[in-house]
């Protein structure tokens, strides 16, 4: 394996410094391997490249059958989730300079949901349990306006209107690494950002699915999803939000 070179910064006013980085990727093909395995490859970086610049050097110049999800390259799709020396980030969010560059970078599929080829996962898991907790607005009138609401009853959801399902909090936390049914963070968080909106009428309902034994009662208040959300979403103060709901019985 080589190692990671720091070169010189070039002296020229206006030339953005370049570097080699050791990028360690963890592959993996059903069609041949029978076990993941590590693979390193040394690129050469500018200080303004992001890990998926860095993986689509290594797919365009190096090996075009490293695979890997991404749509946006600007944060708001959430289809590049990863782990990026053992955290999960979103790659294209990922500045390389902003990792210990002295050492490689490692980068593997996120954790909890079966792997299907090097950096990509199986999401349909994920997305199973999002759409058990009814992810959209339940009301039984129909309006001829639009439904009026308070800036005070708007502050209540806010924070949990910024996901971007990135899976990046649910492959973080370790009962849901241990417990595939456990609901996990994003769905809970997608749950709060309706159980709390004052013109939705199926807080109930989710309240009732999310008080199953594989529903917030799960959550261990480890922190790992609150510190992996790219969007900065407290995720382990909405899932106690709806825990304290479900206490009270309405949100
Ligand atoms: S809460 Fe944050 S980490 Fe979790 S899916 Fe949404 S954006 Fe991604
Ligand atoms: S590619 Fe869309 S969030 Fe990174």
Redo the contacts with the bound molecule.
Sequence with gaps: MAGAALAEAPADEGVIPSFTVTVIVRRFNPEKDDEPYWEDFDVEMFSTDRVLDALHKIKWEKDGTLSFRRSCAHGIC?SD?MRINGRNRLACKTLIKDLDISQPVYIEAIKGLPLEKDLIVDMEPFFESYRQIQPFLVASDNPDKERLQSPEDRARFDDTT?????????SSCPVFWTDGQYFG??AI?NAHRFIFDSRDEGAQVRLDILNDKEGVWRCRTTFN?SE????G?E?TKAISEVKQAILRGQP
């Design positions: 959430g989730a910024k996901c971007i399902l990135c899976a990046a909090c649910t963070p994003a968080v999803c992996a959300c790219p969007r979403i995720v």
